[in-house]
Structure formats: structure tokens, C-alpha cells
């Protein structure tokens, strides 16, 4: 069972510095304070069905959400809600364009509530979009993936795909 959140979730639930994880997977008990977290592995463990294991940490989750102290900063909920949205295929001063804070400013709050740039996160959303397309059977060709993903030619999505996968397309 894998459940997948946003970057700033990490941060804002658990209050973990998102500087220091990469490309890792994170054991929620071994941080101090989170004794829900540990109560919860305790039950998964005794749980005997996948519906129960699911809603248990389905309500350990939403519990999160409702009662968190620390809100994530609007400007930032909604740019990444615009990255999202635009699949990636935007740049940074697109972004900030529409907001009232210059890029700078954005930047430094960015990484400090999801963790990684701007544009790593876009090109992060980027690679998802295409990678999801490329798997699914109805492509017919690679080049069709790579340019309505915004890629600038095939050698660039390649070049892309083998700095997240560490294989060819």
C-alpha cells in the first residue's frame, strides 16, 4: 500500500526539514512526537484486511489535515497547484508573474515548503505527465510524447528520462 502526497506535506504534518531527504523512503518513527504514527504501524500490524489497513491510515492522515498547526502559504498552495495543472510546462516567471512577490522571495519559500525549486518541482511534474503517457499503449510514437510535453527534441526527453530512471526510454 503506498500512499503518495505533496512534497509539503512532510513539512507541514510532521514538521520535517524537506532539505535533507532525497530519493529515499523516511520512517516516520523514528521522529520524536509523532507517537500517533507509531500507535497507527502498531495496528496495521494487527490489522487483518486491506480495507481496514487503508482506512486506519486514511483517518490518521485526514486527522493531520484537520488539526495541523502550521498552514501551507497560500502563494505557494497555488502555485503548485498551477504547476500541477499546467503539467509542468510553464517557467518560473510565468509564475510569479500573476502574484504579488518578486521571484526571489518566491523561490526561498518554495524550497522551504516543498523542499526543492520551482523548477525542479515543474520539471519533476513534467517527467510524471510524459512517463505516464509513454507507459500507457495508445502512444505511437516517442516523438509525439516528447514535444506535447514540452520537451525541445528527443534527445532532451532522453537526456531527461535517464537522469529520473537511470534507463533509456
Not at 1 to 11: A, D, G, K, R, W
Amino acid at each position: 500500500m503506498v500512499y503518495q502526497l505533496y512534497p509539503f506535506v512532510l513539512s507541514s504534518f510532521w514538521g520535517l526539514q524537506l532539505e535533507g531527504l532525497h530519493d529515499d523512503c523516511y520512517d516516520l518513527t523514528r521522529e520524536s512526537g509523532i507517537g500517533s504514527t507509531k500507535i497507527l504501524f502498531e495496528q496495521l500490524d494487527n490489522a487483518v484486511e486491506l480495507e481496514e489497513m487503508k482506512s486506519r491510515l486514511s483517518a490518521l492522515l485526514l486527522h493531520y489535515a484537520s488539526c495541523r498547526k502550521k498552514q501551507i502559504d497560500p502563494v505557494i498552495r497555488e502555485a503548485i497547484n498551477e504547476i500541477i495543472q499546467l503539467q509542468g510546462h510553464l517557467k518560473v516567471t510565468q509564475l510569479v508573474e500573476g502574484m504579488q512577490v518578486n521571484l526571489r522571495t518566491f523561490q526561498r519559500h518554495f524550497r522551504r515548503e516543498v523542499g526543492l525549486t520551482p523548477k525542479q518541482f515543474a520539471q519533476i511534474i513534467q517527467f510524471q505527465h510524459s512517463y505516464s503517457r509513454l507507459t500507457e499503449k495508445a502512444h505511437s510514437r516517442l516523438t509525439d510524447i516528447v514535444y506535447d510535453h514540452g520537451y525541445a527534441d528527443q534527445s532532451h526527453f532522453i537526456r531527461v528520462f535517464k537522469e529520473f530512471t537511470g534507463k533509456t526510454p
